[in-house]
Structure formats: structure tokens, C-alpha cells
């Protein structure tokens, strides 16, 4: 296959989570034609779930072809129910990798994206489940997250690899695809939708990462969360930031999974050590998975720099290649950095490590990538989803 590059001609709109972002979904259902195509890690039945479940049925209604696909695991509180319910209503559902598995093979192959095209035409790409915790409420704030808004000719890539999904029909052959930077003469933002699947030989999301981040001339900006990279792609940002380049990343204060924090702040001694600044988003659980490099390159999506991300679950961004979106953006996470963040000094955070913090640190990391090693090896060979 060779290398994907940058389609010009798109317009773009950053969404942020909560209210905006329940907006948007809504929108994009309620004003699709033909076939629209939502496909999610988290779908609950809480008020926000029945409210997007309540516009897919109300456009299937209307002569919509509607195709539904959520995780077998992320989902399984839908309960098989569920899919009878939405053979009523006139909508094409399946549950990704559905539980009971088949067997242990199935235990950890899961359909992490997030994403929502109409028409082909219009595509909504970027971390936000479906529920209740992601929108907020006049007592919590929503969980920080961002999708990004894309009108334009890869909206049929992406409708493309969601009809795949539905119907099963995954790529065969191995892909080895790299990054190519093109300057397209068109009027218009540079988009490109990249996926990962490495158990079919698809790494498009990771080899941009590690691409982009090594090849960096000025400043790396992340905003992301359950960080716990792997080995090249740590190198790759102490690298960085040994050359001079400014390597600032977001992460939460707290987080929703258990172990994950204590895992990630394993690798804060190292970061920061090596001039790598650390900050975290004090507000609310952040959620987020962005990277925006040299004010110019921003990769917005469902990917989270682990070892589950890269090579397990199904992920999907989009790739932006423009310097006044870059810019835009850049300039949002600096602000966010300085209204809602703190910073984790590197003298104040090794004077308080006690002996048993760092041990939970690392019995946590190193369980959890074990762990996560595991899945990979378990899930390598004959996947049925």
C-alpha cells in the first residue's frame, strides 16, 4: 500500500467535550440524509445515551440507514436485549467483540473508537464516550476531551473503514505505512485519518506519533491521558527535549482507572529529569489524547500512548497539517496549562516519594504493562472481530 498522505480542501472545527461536543452528535444525526455510520467504545442508556439513542432512531424514522456498532466489553451494560431493540427501531447494530468471548483469544481486542459520519461528507473523529460523565452537569464538570469537526473528501475514507467494521471485512494483508508530508495546492486545511490495528498489520497512529515527535524542530505540546508509553516512544521524547526542544505534556491529577496514576508516575522522575515539563489538569479527570507539534502537525482521536492502544485495541484519528489550526491550538493548551493546571516540580516530587510510593509506583507500571503485554500476545492469531 503506499504511504498515505495529506488530503487538502477540508474544513475543520476543534469540539470540545461536554455540552459542544453532545451539540455536535446531535446535529450531525439530525441533519444526515442517507447513511449515517456512529461507531463507539461506551454507549450507557443514561439521560445522554437515550437522548443520541432517541435522534438514531428518530433518523432511521425517516429513511436513514443507521449503522450502530459499540464494544462487546465497553458496552456490555446495553445487554443483548439491546440489539433486539434496535432491530425494532429499524437500525443495523452489532456489538463489537461481544461477551461471552468465543474464547480467552477475544479477551482483550476492543473497537476503541469514537467516531460519527453522515453522508459521507461529514465526520465528527475524537475521545468522547457516550455518556453522562463526558457531557457534565450544573454539579460536575465533563471529563476534558476534544474531537475535532471535518467536512471534505476523507469523510469517505472514514465511512469506508466503518462499513468495513460493521460487516467484518478487515484488511489482509500486513500495512507498513509512514508518514508523508505533501503540500497540496488547493484551497482548504490538510486532513488525513490514520488507524491503528496491529494485530492486521496497521500501525498508521503510532508511526506518526514516533515520526513526528522525533523529527519535532521546536516545541511538543501533549495533552493526554493513561500515559504509559512504551520504551521507544519515551526514548523518543527524552531525546527531544535533550536537543532543546520544549516537551511539555498534560496529564490528569486523578484518574478513573485504578493503578494508572501510580503506573505514570513511574516515568516522572525520568521526564523531568531530562527536562521534559509535566503538568496536571486539576479540574476534572482528563480524558484527552492530543499532540500538537511545531505549532503545525495535531493529531486528534480515540489513540491513548499505551501499550492497549497500540497494539490491541482499533483506534482512529485525524491528522491536521496546518499552521493556523496548529497555532490555534497550541496557544489553547498554553492557556489551559496556565489557568488549570499545576506543575509537577521535579525536586518537590522526588523529595515526597516515600519508599512506598515509589514502590506502588513500580509494582503498578510494571504490572500494568505486563499485563497489557499479555493481552497482545493472547490476541495475535485468528481474531474474529
Given at each position: 500500500?503506499?504511504?498515505k498522505d495529506f488530503?487538502?480542501?477540508h474544513?475543520?472545527r476543534?469540539?470540545?467535550g461536554?455540552?459542544?461536543?453532545?451539540d455536535?452528535l446531535?446535529e450531525l444525526?439530525?441533519?444526515?440524509k442517507h447513511?449515517?455510520?456512529?461507531?463507539?467504545?461506551?454507549?450507557?442508556?443514561d439521560?445522554?445515551?437515550?437522548?443520541i439513542l432517541?435522534?438514531l432512531e428518530n433518523?432511521?424514522?425517516?429513511?436513514?440507514s443507521?449503522f450502530?456498532v459499540?464494544?462487546?466489553f465497553?458496552?456490555?451494560s446495553l445487554?443483548?436485549?439491546?440489539?433486539?431493540q434496535?432491530?425494532?427501531q429499524n437500525?443495523?447494530f452489532?456489538f463489537?467483540?461481544?461477551l461471552p468471548f468465543?474464547?480467552?483469544?477475544?479477551?482483550?481486542?476492543?473497537?476503541h473508537?469514537?467516531?460519527?459520519v453522515?453522508d459521507?461528507?461529514i465526520s465528527l473523529?475524537g475521545?468522547?464516550n457516550?455518556?453522562?460523565?463526558?457531557r457534565?452537569s450544573?454539579?460536575?464538570?465533563p471529563?476534558l476531551d476534544y474531537?475535532?469537526?471535518v467536512?471534505?473528501k476523507v469523510?469517505e475514507?472514514?465511512s469506508?473503514v466503518?462499513?468495513?467494521?460493521?460487516?467484518?471485512?478487515f484488511?489482509?494483508?500486513?500495512?507498513?505505512?509512514?508518514p508523508k508530508l505533501?503540500a497540496l495546492e488547493k484551497?482548504?486545511?490538510?486532513?488525513?485519518?490514520?488507524r491503528?490495528d496491529w494485530?492486521?498489520?496497521?500501525n498508521?497512529?503510532?508511526?506518526?506519533?514516533?515520526?513526528?515527535?522525533?523529527n519535532?524542530?521546536?516545541?511538543i505540546?501533549l495533552v493526554?491521558?493513561?500515559?504509559?508509553?512504551?520504551r521507544?516512544l519515551l526514548?523518543i521524547?527524552v531525546r527531544?527535549a535533550?536537543?532543546g526542544?520544549?516537551v511539555?505534556?498534560?496529564?490528569?491529577?486523578?484518574?478513573?482507572?485504578?493503578f494508572?496514576?501510580?503506573?505514570?508516575?513511574?516515568?516522572?522522575?525520568?521526564?523531568?529529569?531530562?527536562?521534559?515539563?509535566?503538568f496536571?489538569?486539576?479540574?476534572?479527570?482528563?480524558?484527552?489524547?492530543?499532540?500538537v507539534?511545531?505549532q503545525e502537525w495535531?493529531?486528534?482521536?480515540s489513540?491513548?500512548?499505551?501499550?492497549?492502544?497500540?497494539?490491541?485495541s482499533?483506534?482512529?484519528?485525524?491528522e491536521?497539517?496546518?499552521r493556523?489550526?496548529g497555532?490555534a491550538?497550541?496557544n489553547?493548551?498554553?492557556?489551559?496549562i496556565?489557568?488549570h493546571c499545576v506543575?509537577v516540580?521535579?525536586?518537590?516530587?522526588?523529595k515526597?516519594?516515600t519508599?512506598?510510593l515509589k514502590?506502588?509506583?513500580?509494582?503498578?507500571?510494571k504490572?500494568?504493562?505486563l499485563?497489557?503485554?499479555?493481552?497482545s500476545l493472547?490476541?495475535?492469531?485468528?481474531?474474529?472481530d
Amino acid at each position: 500500500m503506499a504511504k498515505k498522505d495529506f488530503i487538502a480542501g477540508h474544513s475543520i472545527r476543534l469540539i470540545h467535550g461536554g455540552e459542544l461536543y453532545f451539540d455536535t452528535l446531535l446535529e450531525l444525526i439530525n441533519e444526515c440524509k442517507h447513511i449515517l455510520h456512529l461507531q463507539v467504545y461506551i454507549f450507557d442508556l443514561d439521560n445522554t445515551g437515550k437522548n443520541i439513542l432517541r435522534a438514531l432512531e428518530n433518523a432511521a424514522a425517516r429513511g436513514v440507514s443507521v449503522f450502530l456498532v459499540v464494544d462487546g466489553f465497553g458496552s456490555m451494560s446495553l445487554g443483548n436485549e439491546f440489539a433486539d431493540q434496535m432491530k425494532m427501531q429499524n437500525i443495523s447494530f452489532r456489538f463489537f467483540s461481544p461477551l461471552p468471548f468465543p474464547g480467552i483469544l477475544q479477551a482483550g481486542r476492543r473497537l476503541h473508537h469514537k467516531v460519527c459520519v453522515a453522508d459521507k461528507k461529514i465526520s465528527l473523529v475524537g475521545g468522547i464516550n457516550i455518556a453522562d460523565k463526558y457531557r457534565g452537569s450544573n454539579n460536575e464538570l465533563p471529563w476534558l476531551d476534544y474531537a475535532l469537526l471535518v467536512e471534505g473528501k476523507v469523510s469517505e475514507e472514514i465511512s469506508a473503514v466503518c462499513e468495513r467494521i460493521f460487516n467484518k471485512k478487515f484488511t489482509l494483508k500486513p500495512v507498513r505505512s509512514k508518514p508523508k508530508l505533501i503540500a497540496l495546492e488547493k484551497e482548504g486545511v490538510k486532513v488525513r485519518m490514520t488507524r491503528n490495528d496491529w494485530i492486521r498489520g496497521r500501525n498508521e497512529i503510532s508511526d506518526a506519533y514516533k515520526s513526528m515527535l522525533g523529527n519535532a524542530n521546536n516545541e511538543i505540546l501533549l495533552v493526554t491521558s493513561y500515559f504509559i508509553p512504551s520504551r521507544r516512544l519515551l526514548t523518543i521524547l527524552v531525546r527531544a527535549a535533550n536537543r532543546g526542544r520544549k516537551v511539555n505534556i498534560v496529564l490528569g491529577k486523578v484518574s478513573d482507572v485504578p493503578f494508572i496514576k501510580p503506573a505514570t508516575q513511574y516515568l516522572y522522575g525520568k521526564m523531568l529529569r531530562n527536562g521534559i515539563r509535566i503538568f496536571e489538569y486539576k479540574e476534572a479527570v482528563l480524558h484527552a489524547k492530543v499532540c500538537v507539534v511545531d505549532q503545525e502537525w495535531v493529531s486528534i482521536g480515540s489513540l491513548n500512548l499505551n501499550h492497549l492502544s497500540e497494539l490491541l485495541s482499533l483506534e482512529m484519528n485525524l491528522e491536521v497539517l496546518d499552521r493556523n489550526f496548529g497555532t490555534a491550538l497550541s496557544n489553547e493548551f498554553h492557556e489551559l496549562i496556565q489557568d488549570h493546571c499545576v506543575e509537577v516540580n521535579v525536586h518537590d516530587f522526588e523529595k515526597e516519594r516515600t519508599l512506598f510510593l515509589k514502590f506502588k509506583s513500580w509494582i503498578s507500571y510494571k504490572g500494568i504493562a505486563l499485563f497489557m503485554r499479555i493481552l497482545s500476545l493472547l490476541n495475535r492469531k485468528n481474531p474474529n472481530d
